[in-house]
């Protein structure tokens, strides 16, 4: 009997794609004005954020930022790898831990120190993509205004952006986790 395997994993394919053209098509879309207004809000909140992020960063520890920035040119992936670590089972494991009183404990101030490494390694995926728009590897401040601008675009994809935001902060969430554990062996 020949395997259905394939077939299920296509039919399941599609059947996700036809649930999120529902959801888009149910959504509210208002007027066009509205619609520009919003658009325009998110681009600009993400954009501010982003910059300041980004420019707060290289200009308190600019040999930090630089140091980061190498260990993502060399090798991405592992960074990545350990951002999706970081990003998803740390906040998982830190969960499941605080169920028992000790844990609770533990886990509030593990939480608050991994928002934190989650704003720097944001801040480093501003930076990082930057200076890969401009070619350069040393970030300046048009390199920072570019990332800025990249990811905030990026996130005004419907249904995609926030997943493709989300994918690219991994990659500065993993080299401060990474350096963040080296430093602590």
């Not at 599609?14 to 066009?32: K, L, N």
């Not at 501003?126 to 200076?131: H, K």
């Amino acid at each position: 009997m020949p395997s259905t395997r394939l077939l299920a994993l296509v039919a399941s394919a599609i059947a996700t794609c036809s649930f999120a053209g529902v959801a888009v098509a149910q959504a509210p879309m208002g007027s066009e004005t509205e619609l520009v207004v919003r658009f325009g809000v998110q681009f600009g909140v993400a954009f501010v954020l982003n910059l300041i992020l980004g420019g707060a960063v290289l200009g308190i520890a600019p040999d930090y930022t630089r140091r980061m920035l190498a260990g993502l040119q060399d090798d991405p992936v592992e960074p990545f790898l350990w951002g999706l670590l970081a990003g998803i089972a740390v906040p998982i494991g830190l969960v499941l831990l605080a169920i028992t009183i000790i844990g609770l404990i533990i886990t509030i101030p593990g939480l608050l120190a991994l928002f934190v490494v989650g704003l720097v390694g944001n801040a480093i995926t501003v930076c990082w993509l930057g200076t890969l728009l401009r070619g350069r590897e040393v970030p300046d401040g048009l390199s920072i205004v570019a990332g800025a601008f990249v990811l905030a675009a990026v996130g005004l994809i419907p249904l995609l952006g926030g997943l493709l935001t989300t994918l690219a902060s991994f990659f500065g969430l993993g080299v401060v986790a990474e350096d963040l554990y080296a430093s602590w062996q």
